[in-house]
């Protein structure tokens, strides 16, 4: 039987002054070792169920279990265990992509040596060893996206969390982040990755759920959601289940 890695149970967030509940009693576990995809258009409650897990946001109701450690009671050990990479590009645009890093793996309590080795092994992995000592306000949308991923990589997490990790960038650089995210998955890294790309979640994702309005509205392999529903594909399922295209 796998185990669990991540148990959301009930959990429930209004921020305040609003009515409307960001997220309301989502329950969902997530596998170890899957790439777990979280679908629904912008404001749906992914980034808010996100931020929640790697412990910026508390939340009103329910229970949180990571890695078998409660959430927040038992933040501080559980912060090593995970690795966030924001939608927002978090880096300093007039430092070079390895000083960029250096900073965020000192963050870490990363020792200097296996820093620098783990900084080059992982710019060499996405791509990016012959652009290391560019500023990074020279870089394209795709090239920041990939050292914004890097730099959750550095304490080399059990589980990581990804906020929409494509969007606006080129093809180049979304086949590359794609292919390496899978690799790195192989080797045991589980992931949950947040999306309304849904072509992108149903070649990426073992298992998936839909958000929509902070509400959980199926989960399921991307086969079985596509098959039992009569759709064409996830994004048809969506439609079908809101009324809503994530086109619009």
Known sequence: MQEIIININNVSKTYRGNTVSALSNFSVEVV???IFGLLGPNGAGKSTLLNILCGILPFDTGRINI?????PQQIDEI????GVV???I???PTMTAVENLKIFGGIYGIRKKELKQRINDLLNYFGLEQSKNRRIKTYSGGMKRRINLIAGLLHNPQILFLDEPTVSVDVQSKTLILNNLKEMNAQGTTIIYTSHYMEEAEMLCSRVAFIDEGKLLCKGTPKDLIHNSGSENLESLYLKLTGKSLRD
């Open 79 to 82: 912060k090593p265990l995970i």
């Open 67 to 71: 890695c078998g450690l409660n959430l």
């Open 86 to 88: 924001p939608q927002e």
């Open 90 to 92: 978090a880096l300093y």
């Open 32 to 34: 170890q070792g899957e």
